[in-house]
């Protein structure tokens, strides 16, 4: 009788335990947004018989719970925290690396020949009728590697920009990796997030330059203003380790000048940063107001010269360095354009031409380069 009596009583506990958490559920409701993860969460799918059987409804169904479960960010911090006791270094596709930098796992065999090979054959039409320059960045675990842990592997983004080089052409190609190692020890990546900070914008700035044979414009490194020194990126949101905080710097001489941007057509700002998002989760959108499908930047300097920079998030620090050097700047975001990026090449185009740069990290140009021609 007193085994019974026990295992009634574990299972009672089991079972408040249980109600406890759905009542709590109900009571707080379903969130719409994650602050520390930047991102939708998930929203109650809705019943059908055609999405049960095909196994949709319960798919969807898991990724609502566990985006909504009550007190969802501690539990995930004490996840983390249970797995680096038991000798894990990687916790949700992030290594915990030394002196606490957080560096987002990108496994070779994410990447096969054939995914290549598609993302190299989208370059053709820019290049061949825009003759585009192709400016691929590295990501951190492949420049600041001896902060992975040991035997930890990665995509070597070398060898793929190699290919890269070969397929457009030398002419077409600009080198940044070899710039960006040779700085390798100074903060050219966030410590909690997956972006090159300002200084690595910066030297792949020079590296730009250098390439396009322009005389880069003289920012000084030591008068870089400070935006913030809070800051936690969608690494920390990965593992909410309360560690390290990173600090947002931009260069005071991108507001020398009167700028003009316009944001999808209707958003007017005169410049490049928005403090607003100093305030949020996510930090970075204070570069460029986050992402949007097409920004207008008129940037007072009368020289004739126009560009077309075809982007991912990487580019929004680095934009506000091209300056001095255009009168006129178009940068695209092809995910959250629908329209046919050709089409909109010619609709930009001034009477003296323009130039064309593809600016994405080599992660984000296998996983999210696309367009309709």
């Known amino acids: 009788m007193g085994e019974k009596k026990s295992a009634y009583l574990n299972i009672g506990v089991i079972c408040a335990i249980i109600l406890t958490f759905m009542i709590a559920d109900l009571m707080m409701g379903d969130r719409l947004y994650s602050e520390t993860e930047n991102r939708m969460l998930a929203s109650r799918p809705k019943f059908s018989l055609e999405a049960l059987l095909d196994g949709s409804y319960t798919a969807d169904y898991e990724a609502y719970v566990t985006d909504q479960f009550v007190s969802r960010d501690k539990w995930v911090s004490i996840k983390t925290r249970t797995e680096i006791l038991l000798g894990k270094t990687e916790v949700n596709g992030v290594y915990l690396g030394a002196r606490d930098y957080l560096i987002e796992q990108h496994l070779p065999q994410a990447?096969?020949?054939?995914?290549?090979?598609?993302?190299?054959?989208?370059?053709?039409?820019?290049?061949?009728?825009w003759d585009a320059k192709v400016m691929l960045i590295p990501t951190a675990d492949n420049i600041i590697s001896d902060k992975l842990p040991a035997y930890a592997p990665y995509f070597d983004q070398r060898m793929f920009?190699?290919?890269?080089?070969?397929?457009?052409?030398?002419?077409h190609y600009i080198e940044v990796y070899d710039k960006l190692a040779e700085h390798s020890q100074e903060y050219i990546y966030y410590q909690t997030d997956h972006h090159w900070t300002t200084l690595g914008a910066y030297y792949g700035y020079h590296a730009w330059a250098e390439d396009m044979g322009e005389e880069p414009f003289a920012y000084n490194l030591l008068g870089m203003e400070r935006a913030s020194e809070n800051f936690r990126g969608t690494l920390h949101s990965k593992t909410n380790l309360g560690k390290a905080r990173d600090t947002l710097l931009y260069f005071p001489e991108t507001e020398e000048r009167p700028v003009s941007l316009i944001y999808d057509k209707t958003i007017k700002r005169e410049r490049y940063y928005e403090e607003k998002y100093l305030d949020t989760k996510n930090q970075y959108g204070f570069f460029l107001d986050d992402n949007h499908a097409l920004v207008e930047i008129q940037t007072g300097y009368e020289n004739g010269r126009t560009l077309f920079v075809i982007k991912d998030s990487y580019a929004n620090c680095f934009i506000p360095l091209l300056t001095p050097h255009y009168e006129r700047i178009y940068v695209l975001d092809p995910r959250y354009f629908n329209g046919k990026l050709e089409a909109l090449l010619r609709a930009c185009e001034p009477e003296n031409g323009m130039e064309v740069l593809i600016l994405y990290n080599c992660i984000h140009f296998l996983e999210d380069f696309d367009y309709y021609e």
Do not use: T
């Open 161 to 171: 920009l190699d290919r890269v080089r070969e397929y457009v052409g030398e002419d």
């Open 111 to 129: 990447y096969p020949e054939e995914l290549i090979e598609d993302k190299l054959k989208l370059l053709n039409m820019p290049v061949e009728k």
